[in-house]
């Protein structure tokens, strides 16, 4: 999630006179002195080389601790600095553009040019101020000028550096939670067995492939495009397996083509005789017999989403969180690492129906032990976001108290279902090197 600050900011200037370094100062309303820039990497063409001021005709204050956290210096690196970026300027107000677009309507609008400014700070993350209303000065006379194949190669150069930086950055974070855990965890991270230590890298792998994707798609949509997933995939994926020096993969022979589509077809008429077999059946519940609805979930799966659903309902109708309220507060980490761990246990529990499904056959283990430890770590963030709710008394401190007494027991339950299952994963790599 990006800091998207334009309407807060007063008046700014850009100074990308010394080639290699972008450094500038903003106002903010309700600050008095500015926040400064010294960031890697350069602008585009039209800013490169040039010092420009530009001053917001109109600027608001926002909610009282919309600039909370925000760094007084921002170090990092360039994203995109532009001041010719052509966007659609409506030639009337907001008020009379939302009319129109509700009576389905088109506005009267021109191009315009619109101030661009992005980078990726050190200690914010993504940030973005973009408007077509400032009004831009810029010196006529350039200290260095770029040409269109260096502006071409600089826009390539500044997105291959953010990618970087918020790898290093999220590496950092990653390293910074792995050692939190490792003071405070019942037991370490370390795999234990070489299956395990497979299915995280497998996971690290595909989080870093999401994540540059999702960059990707962000960054063109933000340019007005409409980006391809599959393609952008599909060359992600062979990015990473050039860094790696991984061989591009073999296409599959006719007879691995025809081998697959048999399985395929097998996969299908049994799922079909399955589900025929049920619908015959009549599968019962409660005093009439053993079966299980397919529509319930995991006893834990259900404990954590029923806490999701009430720390919703709760934190909303008693005011303590709201739609403005952004990721990085306390009682939204609460809420958040709850949901998202939810998820994580959803997707390792949900063929889980009955003691003889548990623990999983060694050979879905080590992915059922990945979502796990990712489902653990949320709700770990949960419990931290609890604790920054003491320190600044948010909400209601028996609430706090319950809370986290009932994300501790589910930590718990986690806790245990992750050694059953390395427990699986141990017998079967030592009757592996014993049979050998």
Request: charged content about 35%.
């Amino acid at each position: 999630m990006a800091w998207r600050i334009d309407e807060q900011l007063v008046r700014g200037e850009i100074d990308n006179r010394e080639r290699g370094r972008v450094k500038g100062r903003l106002w903010f309303v309700g600050m008095a002195e500015p926040v400064r820039l010294d960031l890697q990497g350069n602008a585009w063409r039209d800013v490169a080389g040039h010092l420009i001021r530009f001053t917001n005709p109109r600027p608001k204050a926002g909610p009282p601790d919309v600039l909370k956290g925000f760094a007084r210096v921002q170090r990092g690196v360039v994203g995109d600095i532009t001041a010719s970026r052509k966007v659609k300027v409506p030639d009337c107000s907001m008020e009379e553009v939302m009319r129109l677009v509700g009576e389905g309507k088109r506005f009267p609008w021109h191009w315009g040019n619109s101030l661009y400014l992005e980078w990726h700070s050190e200690r914010n993350g993504r940030v973005v101020i973009e408007s077509a209303t400032f009004a831009i000065e810029i010196d006529p006379d350039a200290s260095w000028r770029m040409s269109k194949a260096e502006e071409a190669r600089q826009q390539e150069e500044n997105g291959r550096a953010m990618m970087t930086f918020l790898e290093r950055d999220a590496a950092a974070l990653e390293a910074e939670q792995a050692a939190k855990e490792a003071a405070d965890a019942e037991d370490e991270d370390e795999p234990t067995t070489r299956a395990e230590e497979s299915a995280d890298a497998e996971q690290a792998r595909m989080d870093l492939l999401l994540d540059r994707v999702q960059a990707r798609m962000h960054r063109a949509e933000e340019a007005g495009e409409k980006p391809d997933f599959e393609k952008v995939l599909d060359e992600e994926r062979a990015r990473l397996r050039r860094e790696r020096g991984e061989p591009e993969p073999e296409p599959p022979t006719p007879e691995e083509e025809a081998e697959r589509a048999a399985w395929i077809e097998e996969m299908n008429a049994a799922a079909e005789e399955a589900l025929k077999e049920m619908e015959e059946e009549q599968w019962k519940n409660g005093e009439e017999g053993e079966g299980f609805r397919d529509d319930r979930w995991h006893p834990l799966v259900e404990r954590c989403n029923a806490l999701t659903h009430r720390l919703h309902d709760q934190t909303r109708a008693r005011g303590w969180l709201g739609d403005e309220e952004g990721p990085e507060h306390p009682l939204r980490e609460v809420v958040d690492g709850v949901m998202i761990a939810g998820g994580k246990l959803a997707g390792a529990l949900g063929t889980v129906h009955d003691a003889q499904d548990w623990p999983p056959d060694p050979l879905c283990a080590g992915s059922t032990l990945t979502r796990l430890k990712k489902a653990r770590g949320h709700l770990r963030d949960a419990l931290a976001g609890l604790d920054a709710a003491d320190e600044q008394d948010l909400a209601d401190a028996d609430w706090r108290r319950e809370v986290r007494e009932e994300t501790k027991e589910l930590l718990a339950e986690v806790q245990r279902l992750i050694r059953e299952v390395r427990a699986v994963l141990k017998l079967s790599e030592e009757g592996g090197r014993g049979e050998g």
